[in-house]
């Protein structure tokens, strides 16, 4: 089940061609990226395309389940994959320089990012667009009105890509491994839990512009709320395991590193 929509389409296009002409780009001037790094972006927008061009996306109308496996996707596992994958040195030749460089002398919009960026600031942003956007009026008129959908996702993923991007840093080469970045994705994941929460634990459904659609596929309209807050109170479970596991092996790294560059440091010079 395939939704064509030429302006995703399109997007998703121009983000892969955007992506191989910095690896290009780098590569001319003596910098391959690491494989890694380039499987985590297309990983990131093959997450996007499963999101917005199959299935979640075609019954995204008729089931809630399905809505919110499209916005799991492009939002809670597309973005971060996203950060992971346009790490510097590739942010920075990531757009044309005809477009970077305008860009850059919009010093209020690079001020505004600085700030909405740090984690005191980015979880509050992406609360609000979590819980504006699932409540009851904001979710049936998006499911009415297609740009107000496309809205929807759009504000998903920037809210996502915000609050990961203190914690993956894309601005850096090499992630510092940093243990505070546990406790933010963990502060993170909670309050998109206690929203998973709330839609299992509801005794009735909140969004009345799916009506009895659910019931064709053999849900309840409760059933198809209470599964959907489910898989997102999963996901959460997931990343808040994986957060512990890589910030601790990451920090553990980064102190290998430090001890080692301390040991040749301290030894003797040697002598003529």
Do not use: N
């Not at 955007?18 to 494989?35: D, I, T």
């Not at 019954?59 to 596992?77: K, N, R, S, V, W």
């Not at 994959?81 to 970077?100: A, D, I, Y």
């Not at 009345?208 to 489910?230: I, K, M, N």
């Amino acid at each position: 089940m395939v939704v064509f929509d030429p302006g995703v389409i399109a997007v998703l296009a121009i983000s892969i061609g955007l992506y191989q002409r910095a690896v290009r780009v780098l590569g001319r001037r003596g910098y391959q990226v690491p494989r890694g790094q380039q499987a985590c972006w297309y990983a990131g927008v093959a997450c996007l395309a499963v999101g917005l061009l199959g299935p979640p996306d075609a019954l995204a109308d008729e089931l809630f389940t399905a809505h919110m496996g499209e916005h799991l996707l492009i939002a809670d596992i597309g973005g971060p994959l996203l950060l992971f994958g346009m790490r510097t040195p590739v942010l920075v030749f990531l757009l044309p320089r005809q477009l970077l460089v305008p860009l850059a002398r919009f010093h209020a919009l690079r001020r505004v990012f600085r700030f909405a960026r740090r984690p005191l600031v980015a979880i509050p942003i992406f609360m609000v667009v979590l819980y504006g956007w699932h409540l009851a009026a904001p979710f049936d008129a998006a499911l009415r009105h297609d740009s107000l959908h496309a809205l929807q996702h759009i504000s998903f993923v920037g809210a996502s890509m915000l609050v990961w991007w203190s914690a993956i840093e894309p601005q850096r080469r090499h992630m510092p491994g940093e243990l505070w970045k546990i406790g933010y994705i963990l502060g993170a994941r909670l309050v998109s839990m206690f929203l998973a929460m709330a839609l299992i634990f509801s005794r009735s459904p909140w969004y009345h512009a799916y009506g009895d659609l659910p019931r064709e596929h053999g849900f309840s309209p409760l059933t198809d709320q209470q599964v959907g807050g489910g898989m997102m109170l999963g996901l959460d479970l997931l990343v808040m395991m994986f957060a512990l596991s890589f910030f601790f092996w990451s920090a553990a790294r980064e102190q290998d590193r430090l001890d080692e560059q301390q040991r040749q440091a301290a030894k003797p010079a040697p002598t003529a």
